[in-house]
Nanobody, 123 residues
Framework: QVQLVESGGGLVQPGGSLRLSCAAS????????MGWYRQAPGKQRELVAA???????NYADSVKGRFTISRDNAKNTVYLQMNSLKPEDTAVYYC?????????????????WGQGTQVTVSS
């Protein structure tokens, strides 16, 4: 069993900053890619940023130059630093992790999601 717990969302004015955190816990052997997705009302969930275990990153075009994803492998935690926030960044942000579990002598992989954290950018 794996749990992803997000924190750091909230209300911020346009141009402001927020830092999201997502900590993974449970029967984890290792974590491959970790990422942040978001879903605005009436829209599909979209990838915001992702990072591999080796630190390679990729970003949605809409957030390049404003958002930075990072991770602490020792803590099984991924972060999203969001700067120069815009009203269109308003959404529920979800953490995702590709986890390798060790269970009953076997290695199993699976994708897990956090519960989501609301980010609202408004004056």
């Amino acid at each position: 069993q794996v749990q992803l717990v997000e924190s750091g969302g909230g209300l911020v004015q346009p141009g402001g900053s927020l830092r999201l955190s997502c900590a993974a816990s449970g029967s984890i052997f290792s974590i491959n890619a970790m990422g942040w997705y978001r879903q605005a009302p009436g829209k599909q969930r979209e990838l915001v940023a992702a990072i591999t275990s080796g630190g390679s990153t990729n970003y949605a075009d809409s957030v390049k130059g404003r958002f930075t994803i990072s991770r602490d492998n020792a803590k099984n935690t991924v972060y999203l630093q969001m700067n120069s926030l815009k009203p269109e960044d308003t959404a529920v942000y979800y953490c995702n992790a590709d986890v390798v579990l060790y269970y009953s002598g076997s290695y199993l992989t699976g994708g897990y999601w956090g519960q989501g954290t609301q980010v609202t950018v408004s004056s």
